[in-house]
């Protein structure tokens, strides 16, 4: 199986691979997108910041290549906020495959949310075999609204999307690759979607 882990200057790259490497996979890292368009599975992981991020996929193409994919698609953490319409930081224009905003904490708790968390609902092919009261990692300063492709949720002082499905596209908030066994089931529902 080709998977592909792209490559644009966000961090986490290399714990996805690691974990993906448990699970007896082993990636390629790229940015082409030669390379990305002949992948039987694509994951977009990320931690930094959403402009400088959009930035480089904007230098690559990779914004235009990413809506047109087909095949399955996980994006993980800035990846899912930067699949999103519009992120408030730095007033970032996002690559519209979801609806929804992702909007800073502006809660009475700390900020960012970081550590384990459970769900308040969930559903879909990404969490089979999963409970809603399953915990995983978060570490975000920012979270996307809830909207029709919301597959996840949990709450941090207020609900949010912890994780979106639309057609080939899907999306955590949290770290599948820092969440244990949990996380390591839901990276296997993902590498065993069909196109």
Known sequence: MNVIIIKYGAGNVYSVKTALNRMGIEPSISDKTTDIRKADKVLFPGVGEASSAMQYLQEKNLDQLIPELKQPFLGICLGLQLMCKY????DTKGLGIFPAEVKYFDIDKKVPHMGWNNFTEIQGKLFEGINASDYVYFVHSYYATLCNDTCARTRYSLEFSAALQKDNFYAT???P?????VG?????????LKK
């Open 177 to 181: 690759e820092k969440s244990g066994k």
């Open 173 to 175: 908030q949290f770290h």
């Open 87 to 90: 992120s408030q930081e730095n």
């Open 184 to 192: 390591e089931q839901i990276l296997k529902n993902f590498i065993e």
